[in-house]
């Protein structure tokens, strides 16, 4: 994206449509009737506490900010004329990437400083939301060295809901029933695979194929709906170091993981549209993605590839499969040169991450059951300790989206 006005051209249905990035110094379904995508009431008044609580937090963490004492006043003197108030670039940039820090089912904080926050605050329009949102996902995947990039559009307003993102991430796969009962794609697609149907788009029956982006602009609204284009998308097809026959299952991932369906809470002003994403662990592919058994369920595909026993349990042919599975995903994603870490390096940076934050005298609140990985955790330097308990206070944050 560069400092004058690109045009980036993306596909809207049977049409073509062009959405235009602004400059920043920084099928015939019916209808569904209105609500059919129900919002939260927004709060009339943006809670002073939390304001305040805030701009502390960053005047005592960011001591050069200036006079804090000032800007509460300022602040709060805001809410009373406008039930709300304005974060500085400086502001949300730190909110966004304490946002970061404090969330707590995540493994890979110790790069929280290194997040890059776009501020998209005056894009509030479907079509230039999803225009930032490939933008995004170019910058993110940066060639294959992965960015950790967040992207704040305009938040909510007393009384004026800020648009959302339908999608839970910005690159997903389809997924649906096949007439015989078998699932076609991935199986945690098949809500937004229906929405994305009732609004016109068609799928395939091919395995991976991604949904379109889906934007709803205002309150009740339908969204809108954005093919992906052409170099938004990064896919690295999987192969296996020892077994060529792997290559011929046909399989890929993407490999930028951008979260699109949360909200980001900064000092009581939220950010429903902030689409953010580091870089994948390999297990959250090889362990999850496609091993699960209600999504892709390729661990009996792999064993039987590998002339396992699969007679038994006893014979631990879903552990060997799950490992070579594994192995598969940090090849591929090594000799694509795209950005992946491996669950061991990753437990022992995170250490790091609680010693550092230790040193500063905060918690680290870290949910076990999400840190410790899922392929042989207790070979992990995570496994073998307690955390801070998790504080659904602390603030910022990223929250579950309501409604």
């Not at 609500?35 to 809670?47: I, K, Q, S």
């Not at 395939?204 to 009740?220: A, K, S, W, Y």
């Not at 170091?241 to 993407?254: C, T």
């Not at 991450?353 to 899922?374: F, L």
Request: charged share 25%; glycine share 8%; proline share 8%.
């Amino acid at each position: 994206m560069g400092a004058g006005g690109n045009t980036l051209v993306f596909s809207l249905g049977r049409r073509r449509k062009a959405a235009t990035v602004s400059a920043c110094p920084y099928t015939s379904t019916p209808t569904p009737p209105p609500g059919a995508w129900p919002r939260p009431p927004v709060p009339e008044v943006t809670d002073r506490r939390e304001a305040e609580s805030f701009l502390r937090q960053f005047h005592h963490e960011q001591p050069d900010a200036g006079d804090v004492e000032h800007r509460v006043r300022e602040v709060l003197a805001e809410i009373d004329r406008t039930g709300t108030y304005e974060h500085t670039p400086a502001e949300l940039s730190f909110g966004a990437r304490v946002a970061w820090r404090n969330a707590a089912r995540c493994i890979g904080r110790l790069y929280w400083r290194s997040l890059v926050v776009r501020d998209l605050r005056h894009v509030s329009s479907a079509d230039d939301i999803a225009a930032h949102c490939f933008e995004h996902l170019r910058l993110a995947g940066n060639g294959g060295r992965i960015r950790p990039v967040i992207s704040v559009f305009t938040p909510d307003r007393p009384g004026r809901p800020a648009p959302r993102i339908v999608n839970d991430q910005l690159v997903r796969y389809a997924g649906h029933r096949a007439s015989e009962g078998r699932w076609i794609g991935d199986p945690r697609g098949e809500a937004s695979t229906a929405r994305a149907l009732a609004l016109g788009w068609k799928r395939d029956e091919e395995p991976f194929q991604v949904l379109p982006l889906m934007v709803e602009e205002r309150p009740g609204a339908r969204p809108e709906w954005y093919e992906l284009p052409d170099g938004a998308v990064m896919e690295v097809p999987l192969r296996h170091p020892d077994h060529g026959w792997f290559a011929e299952l046909g399989l890929r991932w993407y490999a930028v993981p951008a979260i699109s369906d949360m909200t980001l809470e900064i000092g009581g002003v939220r950010y429903p549209a902030a689409p953010f994403n580091g870089w994948y662990m390999g297990t959250e592919i090889g362990a999850r993605n496609l091993a699960d058994a209600e999504r892709y369920d390729l661990l009996p595909v792999v064993a039987d590839r590998l002339g396992l026993d699969r007679s038994s349990a006893r014979t631990l042919w879903r552990d060997r499969a799950l490992v070579e599975l594994n192995v598969a995903v940090l090849h591929s994603f090594q000799e694509a040169g795209v950005t992946m870490a491996d669950h061991h390096t990753e437990s022992e940076r995170f250490l790091r991450h609680i010693a550092q934050e230790s040193r500063h005298g905060r918690p680290t609140p870290a949910d076990w059951s999400w840190i410790v990985p899922p392929v042989s955790g207790s070979t992990t330097a995570v496994f073998h300790r307690y955390y801070d308990p998790v504080d659904t206070s602390l603030r910022p944050a990223f929250l579950a989206r309501e409604g």
